[in-house]
């Protein structure tokens, strides 16, 4: 059944029609419990709690396959006026793209002259920039790109999916350039060509990624709600006497929130992603398939006044 629910979800989200009435509808689903907001402005008391509270974040404006170069350089001025926003503001923030939101589909050429103003104007302010990973038949294109910025930038992170069966060794091609990762589990639906199918297998694949780059001496972002996979990367850390400046947990804003509390109270570092913006449905709706649980946030605003 929770495969089922994943496959339906997943269909949904690249439904376009309702994603033009999710538009019209705004929050009306529950939405706004896991996202800031539909403008940064929004979003700027929700990181000031966070961080006042312990927390830090990244923020995700939302939006996915353009296929216009004006709408791509809209993205990269609300990625520069979030920048501006989380230095004005002194806010501890990063914050996290989709190449494919900045003309990945339509050329590297103009992604990387997009990625270079984000880039050069985040070093500005000391902020990270992480490139989201999205799916499998953009994941080599969006890895050779963050290689060719890494050679410049220090403040660049990127993200490695465990359920795709080449991440292994995409870990080890990215070894050279001491990367900022975040390591998850993968959102997208996927065919069984290129990503396990079955989830045990997308689980020991996470853990030993997670091994794999802490020992290699790397940077490490945890994004996961799997308090198993949590209570590997303690246990592991501990082993091996890694600093807890080494790693951090990422979780998503709304979920879990429990969980994000007791591993700040505890002493590790945890990152909240907090996206943003009008294209909400899509990332809505990978949610849900990620975890059926997330589906009462869906009824219950749906059926409250």
Wanted: hydrophobic share 40%; aromatic share 10%.
């Amino acid at each position: 059944m929770e495969a089922i629910s994943k496959r339906f979800f997943l269909y949904l989200s690249n439904n376009k029609s309702l994603d033009r009435m999710a538009k019209r509808w705004g929050s009306k689903f529950g939405a706004d419990r896991i996202i800031g907001g539909e403008a940064f402005s929004h979003a700027i008391p929700l990181i000031t709690q966070l961080n006042q509270e312990g927390f830090q974040v990244t923020v995700d404006h939302l939006g996915e396959y353009v296929n216009s170069v004006d709408v791509a350089r809209e993205h990269v001025q609300e990625c520069l006026q979030s920048i501006s926003a989380i230095a004005g503001h002194q806010l501890d923030s990063e914050i996290s793209v989709k190449l494919t939101s900045l003309g990945l589909d339509i050329s590297q050429d103009l992604v990387l002259e997009h990625m270079e103003l984000i880039l050069s104007k985040a070093k500005e302010s000391g902020i990270t920039v992480t490139i989201d990973m999205e799916d499998s038949s953009r994941c080599h294109a969006i890895l050779e790109i963050y290689k060719i910025l890494r050679q410049k930038y220090e403040n660049i992170g990127t993200v490695i999916q465990s359920y795709l069966y080449r991440s292994d060794k995409d870990l080890d091609d990215l070894d050279q350039f001491a990367p900022y990762l975040r390591l998850v589990k993968g959102a997208y639906k996927e065919s069984g060509k290129v990503a396990f199918p079955e989830k045990h297998l997308v689980d020991e694949n996470l853990k030993h990624l997670i091994k794999k780059h802490l020992l290699n001496g790397h940077y490490t972002a945890v994004a996961s709600h799997d308090e198993a996979m949590i209570d590997y990367t303690i246990d592991l850390v501990k082993e091996h006497n890694i600093p807890n400046d080494r790693f951090e947990f990422q979780m998503l804003y709304g979920m879990r929130n429990q969980l994000q509390s007791d591993l700040l109270k505890k002493g590790y570092k945890v990152r909240i992603y907090l996206p943003y913006g009008e294209d909400w449905y899509g990332y809505f709706m990978r949610r849900l398939a990620e975890r059926p649980a997330n589906v009462s946030f869906a009824l219950k605003g749906l059926f409250s006044k």
